[in-house]
């Protein structure tokens, strides 16, 4: 749910991506979308919480990251954008994964989960602060 939170963000501060997306024009999506971020951050730290590679989560990965990278991809690009964003989310998500489960060994699971969350934060605000920076 990070790339919608980012782009919700951007939003809420007026910017605008390069892609239309235009369900987020809309204040009920803009602040769910927020919701679901924030949620996303405090259940990924329960210990029930289920690895990022099953179906539904995959599914999950795979929507966001298309929208995202179809409204953060230049006009006419779209689907260049949206492909490209989940060629490199389905992957990262193994990834990240055996990354995270190394981590949870060493320093446990809410440390290792806040400095992956902070990590992937940071990494989505960059890259649509980039984005709608390129727009200009």
């Known amino acids: 749910m990070t790339p919608m ?3 919700a963000g951007a939003r809420l501060a007026h910017a605008r991506t390069p892609g239309r997306l235009v369900l987020l024009d809309h204040p009920l999506f803009k602040f769910g979308a927020l919701a679901m971020g924030v949620g996303e951050l405090f ?3 329960m210990k029930s919480a289920p690895d990022r590679t099953v179906f539904l ?3 999950a990965r795979v929507m966001s990251a298309g929208i995202a990278g179809a ?3 230049p006009r006419g ?3 260049t954008g949206a492909a490209l964003a989940v060629g490199t989310a389905v992957p990262l ?3 990240t994964l055996a990354g995270r489960k190394r981590a949870m060994r060493r320093i446990g699971q ?3 989960g806040v400095i992956e969350d902070a990590l992937i934060v940071a990494a989505g ?3 649509t602060a980039w984005a709608v920076g390129r727009r200009r």
């Open 5 to 7: 939170a980012a782009i």
């Open 43 to 45: 259940g990924d730290k």
């Open 57 to 59: 989560g995959l599914l």
């Open 71 to 73: 409204a953060l991809a």
């Open 77 to 79: 690009r779209e689907k």
């Open 93 to 95: 998500a193994y990834l």
């Open 110 to 112: 809410t440390k290792s």
């Open 125 to 127: 605000a960059a890259v």
